[in-house]
Protein backbone atom coordinates (compact mmCIF):
# COMPACT_ATOMS: atom_id res chain seq x y z
CA UNK A 1 0.00 0.00 0.00
CA UNK A 2 1.32 3.28 -0.80
CA UNK A 3 -0.19 6.83 -0.09
CA UNK A 4 -1.28 6.73 -3.29
CA UNK A 5 -4.96 5.29 -2.03
CA UNK A 6 -5.75 7.45 1.32
CA UNK A 7 -8.18 9.69 2.41
CA UNK A 8 -7.98 11.87 5.59
CA UNK A 9 -10.52 10.20 7.42
CA UNK A 10 -13.42 7.65 7.94
CA UNK A 11 -16.28 9.38 5.97
CA UNK A 12 -14.23 9.57 3.06
CA UNK A 13 -13.78 5.87 3.20
CA UNK A 14 -15.71 3.78 0.20
CA UNK A 15 -19.43 2.32 0.96
CA UNK A 16 -18.82 -0.34 3.48
CA UNK A 17 -21.66 -2.33 2.02
CA UNK A 18 -19.07 -2.52 -1.01
CA UNK A 19 -15.90 -2.82 1.04
CA UNK A 20 -15.15 -6.22 2.65
CA UNK A 21 -12.36 -3.56 3.72
CA UNK A 22 -13.96 -0.87 5.11
CA UNK A 23 -16.47 -3.67 6.95
CA UNK A 24 -13.45 -4.83 8.87
CA UNK A 25 -12.02 -1.48 9.86
CA UNK A 26 -15.64 -0.23 11.30
CA UNK A 27 -15.55 -3.68 13.72
CA UNK A 28 -11.85 -3.07 14.90
CA UNK A 29 -12.91 0.62 15.98
CA UNK A 30 -13.48 -0.47 19.52
CA UNK A 31 -11.08 -2.86 20.20
CA UNK A 32 -7.78 -1.84 22.55
CA UNK A 33 -5.41 -3.34 19.80
CA UNK A 34 -6.57 -1.09 17.42
CA UNK A 35 -8.75 1.69 17.11
CA UNK A 36 -9.77 1.98 20.67
CA UNK A 37 -6.15 1.97 21.21
CA UNK A 38 -5.92 5.76 21.19
CA UNK A 39 -8.58 8.64 20.81
CA UNK A 40 -6.17 10.35 18.22
CA UNK A 41 -7.14 9.08 14.97
CA UNK A 42 -5.38 8.73 12.29
CA UNK A 43 -3.86 11.50 9.73
CA UNK A 44 -4.75 9.13 7.14
CA UNK A 45 -6.52 6.02 5.92
CA UNK A 46 -5.30 3.55 3.24
CA UNK A 47 -8.32 2.59 1.34
CA UNK A 48 -7.89 -1.21 0.66
CA UNK A 49 -7.04 -1.64 4.28
CA UNK A 50 -7.71 1.09 6.73
CA UNK A 51 -6.81 -0.28 9.84
CA UNK A 52 -2.97 -0.16 9.22
CA UNK A 53 -1.28 2.36 10.10
CA UNK A 54 1.06 4.95 8.62
CA UNK A 55 4.41 4.31 10.70
CA UNK A 56 8.25 4.90 9.91
CA UNK A 57 8.90 2.85 13.42
CA UNK A 58 11.33 1.03 10.96
CA UNK A 59 14.00 3.65 10.66
CA UNK A 60 13.75 3.35 6.90
CA UNK A 61 10.69 4.96 4.73
CA UNK A 62 7.44 5.09 5.96
CA UNK A 63 4.88 2.37 4.93
CA UNK A 64 1.29 1.01 5.64
CA UNK A 65 1.73 -1.76 8.34
CA UNK A 66 0.93 -3.39 11.76
CA UNK A 67 2.51 -4.33 14.51
CA UNK A 68 3.55 -8.41 15.16
CA UNK A 69 4.26 -8.72 19.04
CA UNK A 70 6.07 -11.53 20.27
CA UNK A 71 6.44 -12.90 24.01
CA UNK A 72 9.22 -15.41 23.75
CA UNK A 73 10.86 -17.46 26.66
CA UNK A 74 14.30 -16.53 26.69
CA UNK A 75 15.88 -19.75 28.67
CA UNK A 76 14.33 -22.11 26.21
CA UNK A 77 13.93 -19.77 22.78
CA UNK A 78 11.03 -20.23 22.09
CA UNK A 79 7.89 -17.74 21.10
CA UNK A 80 4.92 -18.89 23.79
CA UNK A 81 2.65 -16.29 21.86
CA UNK A 82 2.04 -13.94 19.30
CA UNK A 83 -0.82 -11.06 18.97
CA UNK A 84 -0.79 -8.36 15.89
CA UNK A 85 -1.84 -4.31 16.86
CA UNK A 86 -2.23 -1.17 14.95
CA UNK A 87 1.77 0.26 15.05
CA UNK A 88 1.26 2.74 18.16
CA UNK A 89 3.00 2.10 21.22
CA UNK A 90 -0.58 2.33 23.30
CA UNK A 91 -1.61 -1.02 21.73
CA UNK A 92 1.40 -2.87 22.09
CA UNK A 93 1.34 -2.37 26.05
CA UNK A 94 -2.32 -4.16 25.24
CA UNK A 95 -1.21 -6.88 23.27
CA UNK A 96 2.01 -7.64 25.97
CA UNK A 97 -1.05 -7.96 29.18
CA UNK A 98 -3.30 -10.52 26.86
CA UNK A 99 -0.19 -12.33 25.76
CA UNK A 100 0.88 -12.85 29.20
CA UNK A 101 -2.46 -13.53 30.44
CA UNK A 102 -2.75 -15.78 27.81
CA UNK A 103 -0.05 -17.92 28.22
CA UNK A 104 -1.07 -18.17 31.76
CA UNK A 105 -4.15 -19.69 30.91
CA UNK A 106 -3.19 -21.82 28.10
CA UNK A 107 0.06 -23.26 29.33
CA UNK A 108 0.31 -22.80 32.62
CA UNK A 109 3.42 -20.33 32.51
CA UNK A 110 4.22 -17.50 34.89
CA UNK A 111 7.11 -15.60 34.76
CA UNK A 112 9.00 -13.94 37.13
CA UNK A 113 10.73 -11.49 34.99
CA UNK A 114 10.01 -9.41 31.53
CA UNK A 115 12.08 -7.93 29.63
CA UNK A 116 11.21 -4.79 27.04
CA UNK A 117 11.60 -1.85 25.45
CA UNK A 118 11.05 1.48 26.59
CA UNK A 119 7.63 1.52 24.74
CA UNK A 120 6.34 -0.74 27.38
CA UNK A 121 7.85 1.42 30.40
CA UNK A 122 4.74 4.10 31.63
CA UNK A 123 4.38 4.38 35.29
CA UNK A 124 0.35 2.41 34.48
CA UNK A 125 1.77 -0.93 32.48
CA UNK A 126 5.09 -1.31 35.41
CA UNK A 127 2.23 -0.84 38.21
CA UNK A 128 0.01 -3.81 36.35
CA UNK A 129 3.28 -6.19 35.91
CA UNK A 130 4.76 -5.91 39.53
CA UNK A 131 1.12 -5.24 41.61
CA UNK A 132 -1.25 -7.45 39.36
CA UNK A 133 1.31 -10.02 37.86
CA UNK A 134 3.53 -10.25 40.61
CA UNK A 135 6.40 -9.83 37.91
CA UNK A 136 9.85 -8.19 37.58
CA UNK A 137 10.27 -5.88 34.81
CA UNK A 138 13.40 -4.90 33.31
CA UNK A 139 12.39 -2.45 31.09
CA UNK A 140 13.60 1.14 30.42
CA UNK A 141 11.21 3.67 31.81
CA UNK A 142 9.84 6.15 29.67
CA UNK A 143 11.22 9.73 29.80
CA UNK A 144 9.68 12.87 29.22
CA UNK A 145 12.15 14.61 31.75
CA UNK A 146 14.12 16.68 28.83
CA UNK A 147 13.89 19.94 29.24
CA UNK A 148 14.06 23.14 26.46
CA UNK A 149 14.96 26.37 28.87
CA UNK A 150 18.49 24.71 30.29
CA UNK A 151 17.67 24.08 33.53
CA UNK A 152 19.06 20.38 35.09
CA UNK A 153 17.27 17.36 33.79
CA UNK A 154 16.46 14.59 35.79
CA UNK A 155 19.66 12.78 34.82
CA UNK A 156 21.32 15.54 36.85
CA UNK A 157 19.79 13.62 40.07
CA UNK A 158 21.25 10.43 41.60
CA UNK A 159 18.57 7.50 42.86
CA UNK A 160 19.58 6.18 45.97
CA UNK A 161 17.89 2.42 46.50
CA UNK A 162 18.55 2.33 50.56
CA UNK A 163 16.60 5.01 51.63
CA UNK A 164 14.38 5.26 47.78
CA UNK A 165 15.65 9.29 47.41
CA UNK A 166 17.42 11.45 44.92
CA UNK A 167 20.88 13.83 45.07
CA UNK A 168 20.41 16.99 43.52
CA UNK A 169 23.27 18.58 41.86
CA UNK A 170 24.17 20.68 45.01
CA UNK A 171 24.70 17.22 47.08
CA UNK A 172 20.69 17.81 48.67
CA UNK A 173 18.24 14.89 48.68
CA UNK A 174 15.13 14.98 47.38
CA UNK A 175 12.22 12.35 48.85
CA UNK A 176 8.80 11.76 48.52
CA UNK A 177 7.73 13.71 51.31
CA UNK A 178 9.69 16.01 53.29
CA UNK A 179 7.16 16.15 56.11
CA UNK A 180 5.43 13.59 58.14
CA UNK A 181 1.51 13.68 57.75
CA UNK A 182 -1.43 12.97 60.42
CA UNK A 183 -3.54 11.00 57.76
CA UNK A 184 -2.01 8.70 55.02
CA UNK A 185 -1.57 10.21 51.35
CA UNK A 186 -0.75 7.90 47.71
CA UNK A 187 2.35 8.49 46.96
CA UNK A 188 1.50 7.73 43.24
CA UNK A 189 -0.48 11.28 42.17
CA UNK A 190 -3.21 11.35 39.25
CA UNK A 191 -0.37 10.88 36.76
CA UNK A 192 0.98 7.53 37.89
CA UNK A 193 4.33 8.86 39.12
CA UNK A 194 5.85 9.10 42.18
CA UNK A 195 7.04 12.56 43.53
CA UNK A 196 10.44 13.86 44.91
CA UNK A 197 10.57 17.08 46.61
CA UNK A 198 12.94 19.02 48.05
CA UNK A 199 13.28 20.94 50.66
CA UNK A 200 12.74 24.78 50.17
CA UNK A 201 14.99 26.02 52.81
CA UNK A 202 17.61 24.08 50.86
CA UNK A 203 16.52 25.81 47.88
CA UNK A 204 16.65 28.88 48.96
CA UNK A 205 19.88 28.98 50.11
CA UNK A 206 21.19 27.01 47.03
CA UNK A 207 23.95 28.67 44.48
CA UNK A 208 22.32 26.50 41.85
CA UNK A 209 18.72 27.82 42.47
CA UNK A 210 18.72 29.65 38.98
CA UNK A 211 20.00 26.61 36.75
CA UNK A 212 17.31 24.12 38.68
CA UNK A 213 13.92 25.53 39.99
CA UNK A 214 13.93 29.53 38.87
CA UNK A 215 10.23 29.41 38.86
CA UNK A 216 9.22 27.52 41.72
CA UNK A 217 10.53 27.61 45.81
CA UNK A 218 11.50 24.14 46.07
CA UNK A 219 12.51 21.81 43.06
CA UNK A 220 10.80 18.54 42.53
CA UNK A 221 11.15 15.55 39.87
CA UNK A 222 9.32 13.00 39.49
CA UNK A 223 10.19 9.10 38.66
CA UNK A 224 9.11 5.61 38.28
CA UNK A 225 11.31 3.74 40.77
CA UNK A 226 10.29 -0.31 40.45
CA UNK A 227 13.54 -1.32 43.09
CA UNK A 228 13.65 -4.55 40.93
CA UNK A 229 17.42 -6.35 41.26
CA UNK A 230 19.25 -6.73 38.06
CA UNK A 231 19.15 -10.46 37.36
CA UNK A 232 18.57 -12.32 33.76
CA UNK A 233 15.20 -11.98 32.22
CA UNK A 234 12.90 -14.83 31.35
CA UNK A 235 10.05 -13.78 29.39
CA UNK A 236 10.78 -11.42 26.58
CA UNK A 237 8.61 -8.60 24.61
CA UNK A 238 9.47 -8.05 20.60
CA UNK A 239 7.47 -5.87 18.38
CA UNK A 240 8.56 -5.69 14.53
CA UNK A 241 6.22 -4.08 11.63
CA UNK A 242 4.72 -6.43 8.54
Known amino acids: ?102 MQERFGLWPERLVGDAGYGDAKNLSWLVEERGIEPHIPVFDKSARRDDTFECSAFSYHHEDDSYTCPAGKRLRQRQKVYRDDRPFVDENGMLRYRASKLDCDACALMPRCCPTQPARKTCAQSMRAPVILPAILLRATLT
Open 1 to 102: MNRQHVVGQADALPDPATSHAVREYRAVLDDAAFGGATPVPPKQLAVADPAARWTAASRERAFFAYATNYLIDLQNAVIVDVEVTTAILQAEVTAQRRMIDR
